[in-house]
């Protein structure tokens, strides 16, 4: 059965060169990380064109996102352990700031320039407030990257913005107290609750100017998909 043996043969080697290239072949899950040398120009999934500017941003806000996200994860279930819901605190969280629907920033009412001084201005809030989670006993590498994360993303967006010193809204709010063990925890949990939520919706308008910013300069009259169906990709 000389036929058949070579037969086999050549499909063993068809099958080893086969597997072999695919090896060679890198595997790409979403956006390639953002470079941190100065010069190296962050490219998309195939390498052809550079990330533009609202891309980059997005990127900062949805890694800060998962630092927030992750943080409040923790701090919740070491501090309520005997609970897995969170809806079950909400009436025990303090306000702390967030973006409205007034702010301009949903699809049906969208103004970039109101929006993003919006989240400037909230994102200050929370910056300035991060000593009270430096003095908790959180994971440090965290705290620290958020805040790095934080300081980052503002000084993106008042690149876009102009922003001086001291001319950002003020946002009033009660000053953040502790008065007992329970109190610190819930305080605790409320800001990261509502930083996260912050995050959810700063990275969903982003991700909407960018698209939209994608689409006009490919003269694409066709309006971006209204970005709260990308809910399931931070909650």
Same mark, same amino acid.
């Given at each position: 059965m000389p036929s058949a043996q070579n037969a086999a043969l050549f499909l063993s080697a068809v099958l080893a060169a086969f597997i072999s290239l !695919?090896?060679? $072949?890198?595997?790409?899950? !979403?956006? @390639? +990380?953002?470079?941190?040398?100065? !010069?190296? &120009? @962050?490219?998309? $999934? &195939?390498?052809?064109?550079?990330?533009? +500017?609202?891309? =980059?941003?997005? #990127?900062m806000a949805r890694d800060l996102h998962r630092d927030v996200k992750t943080l409040r994860d923790q701090q919740f279930e070491r501090d309520f352990r005997e609970t897995e819901n969170m809806t079950a605190y909400e009436g025990v969280? /303090? +306000?702390?700031p967030l973006l409205e629907p007034s702010d301009g920033c949903l699809s049906r009412n969208f103004s970039a320039e109101?929006? #993003?001084?919006? /989240?400037?201005?909230?994102?200050?809030?929370? =910056? &300035?407030?991060?000593?009270?989670? &430096?003095? +908790?006993?959180?994971t440090w590498s965290l705290v620290k990257d958020i805040k790095h994360g934080s300081k980052r993303l503002l000084e993106a967006l008042n690149s876009q913005l102009q922003i001086a010193d001291g001319q950002t809204d003020q946002i009033s709010s009660a000053?953040?107290?502790? %008065?007992? *063990?329970?109190? %610190?925890k819930t305080t605790t949990h409320s800001i990261l609750f509502n930083f996260s939520s912050v995050m959810i919706d700063t990275c969903r308008a982003l991700n909407y100017i960018s698209k939209h910013k994608a689409a006009h %300069?490919?003269?694409?009259?066709? %309006?971006? *998909?209204d970005w709260s169906s990308d809910k399931n990709s931070f909650t």
């Amino acid at each position: 059965m000389p036929s058949a043996q070579n037969a086999a043969l050549f499909l063993s080697a068809v099958l080893a060169a086969f597997i072999s290239l !695919g090896d060679a $072949v890198p595997a790409y899950s !979403g956006l @390639a +990380e953002l470079s941190e040398t100065s !010069g190296d &120009e @962050a490219q998309d $999934v &195939e390498g052809k064109s550079p990330l533009s +500017e609202w891309q =980059k941003w997005y #990127l900062m806000a949805r890694d800060l996102h998962r630092d927030v996200k992750t943080l409040r994860d923790q701090q919740f279930e070491r501090d309520f352990r005997e609970t897995e819901n969170m809806t079950a605190y909400e009436g025990v969280r /303090i +306000e702390t700031p967030l973006l409205e629907p007034s702010d301009g920033c949903l699809s049906r009412n969208f103004s970039a320039e109101r929006c #993003l001084s919006r /989240i400037y201005s909230v994102l200050t809030w929370y =910056k &300035e407030n991060w000593s009270f989670m &430096e003095k +908790e006993n959180l994971t440090w590498s965290l705290v620290k990257d958020i805040k790095h994360g934080s300081k980052r993303l503002l000084e993106a967006l008042n690149s876009q913005l102009q922003i001086a010193d001291g001319q950002t809204d003020q946002i009033s709010s009660a000053p953040l107290s502790v %008065r007992s *063990a329970w109190t %610190r925890k819930t305080t605790t949990h409320s800001i990261l609750f509502n930083f996260s939520s912050v995050m959810i919706d700063t990275c969903r308008a982003l991700n909407y100017i960018s698209k939209h910013k994608a689409a006009h %300069r490919a003269k694409d009259t066709k %309006r971006p *998909a209204d970005w709260s169906s990308d809910k399931n990709s931070f909650t």
